[in-house]
């Protein structure tokens, strides 16, 4: 997949430097929009991740004969099911998110070296 470093096109969000919750303002969207984004897990810590969310019928699936593809009949075509996705940085896998994710930032910029 795509290179999992690349801040998010997040103009509306420059001059935040927080915590957005996601019911009150979303990033960029797709598999190049990366963010940070936090939940709480199954013993009810808080986890931040870099992710990116997919909305439905957005992302086509690479593998037509996924398990988890979303098949949309109009368009004849399978999806990556709709939701947010753990970017992994030496990984071709981006992982479905199963918690719920509350809030987003985005990604700090790099250091200069």
Avoid at 17 to 40: I, K, Q, R
Avoid at 68 to 84: I, K, L, M, V
Wanted: hydrophobic share 30%; net charge negative; charged share 20%.
């Amino acid at each position: 997949m795509s290179d999992c470093g690349s801040p998010a096109n997040v103009g509306s969000m420059e001059g935040l430097g927080g915590w957005a919750p996601v019911t009150e303002n979303m990033p960029g969207l797709g598999p190049n929009a990366f963010v940070l984004a936090t939940y709480v897990t199954d013993y009810g810590k808080p986890r931040v991740v870099r992710a990116y969310f997919a909305p439905k019928h957005t992302i086509e699936s690479c593998n037509d004969a996924d398990e988890f593809a979303d098949y949309s009949e109009e368009d004849d075509c399978y999806y990556t099911p709709e939701g947010w996705y753990e970017c992994n940085a030496h990984e071709e896998t981006n992982w479905l998110i199963d918690e719920v994710v509350t809030h987003w930032m985005p990604l700090p910029k790099p250091p200069n070296v």
